[in-house]
């Protein structure tokens, strides 16, 4: 009797969408993902974090409105109006892009702390996709603007462990261009140097555009060095270093681009 196929897993890729005008192409930048493998999953999680949703009603959130020279007020009907059409706006965003890849989908609207949220979406997925809280509010504005980003992408290797992954990914993300990818790598895994090529050249279709090795960063050290980056999109193994409370909170302070968490990945 001939044994029956392994049954295939299905890959789940969250993308966490916020009430700013991005959610496209937060999407568009995810698409590269997908790929060819229909055993994919495209999960969006419309977060509506409770801060925000508080903040609208007090008077400085009006005032600094008027201070950044937006053209009107944001109250909070207007709030609430404008947070149920990008909701609506990004839910029909993220079923146009599954249709298109032929893989399935799904859509959650949740409510509570964004910290909270992304660690739960992190756990259930093999990789989270988010904007720092930062650019979430910028784009909420009444005048805020969407429009294409540019710019590198950047991947942190911490150790060879967690390599795969995030490298794969960003290859893909980057739609085979090495040039467009530039990897940081921790003094500790340089040191390993015959082990990290062989990796390079197994994973990767060529060598990055650009390699850069960090005598042994801190959270400071390496954020810094992220943004020296100019990153259109930065890539991180989703180990329990990267996604303490603590960094979590200063790369959402400091970074203006999408964040891609990897949990587990490959070709």
């Not at 005032?63 to 947070?83: G, K, M, P, Y």
């Not at 082990?195 to 390699?211: A, I, Q, T, V």
């Amino acid at each position: 009797m001939q044994a029956n196929p392994p049954e295939k897993v299905t890959r789940r890729i969250a993308v966490i969408l916020g009430p700013g005008r991005s959610s496209r192409n937060l999407l568009d930048m995810a698409a590269p993902l997908l790929g060819k493998d229909r055993a994919m999953e495209m999960q969006g999680l419309f977060v509506e974090e409770a801060e925000l949703r508080h903040a609208a009603a007090l008077p400085f959130v009006k005032e600094l409105c008027r201070v950044t020279f937006s053209v009107r007020e944001f109250n909070s009907d207007q709030f609430e109006q404008a947070l149920a059409l990008r909701m609506r706006t990004a839910q029909r965003a993220l079923g146009l892009l599954a249709r298109r890849a032929g893989v399935s989908h799904s859509f959650r609207n949740v409510r509570g702390s964004a910290d909270l949220l992304l660690r739960e979406a992190v756990n259930q997925s093999d990789i989270t996709i988010f904007e720092p809280a930062g650019m979430l509010a910028a784009a909420m504005g009444p005048g805020a603007r969407s429009g294409s980003r540019s710019g590198r992408i950047v991947v942190y290797i911490g150790d060879l462990e967690t390599v795969a992954g995030p490298l794969v990914a960003a290859s893909q993300l980057a739609q085979g261009d090495m040039r467009r990818i530039s990897v940081l790598v921790s003094r500790r895994t340089a040191d390993e140097r015959l082990e990290l090529e062989k990796l390079l050249r197994s994973l990767l279709p060529s060598r990055p555009g650009r390699m850069q090795v960090l005598a042994d960063p801190d959270a400071e050290s390496l954020i810094t060095s992220i943004r020296a980056e100019n990153p259109g999109m930065l890539v991180l193994a989703a180990t329990s270093a990267m996604l303490r409370a603590e960094f979590l909170a200063d790369l959402s302070k400091r970074l203006r681009c999408p964040i891609c968490l990897v949990r587990f990945w490959g070709n």
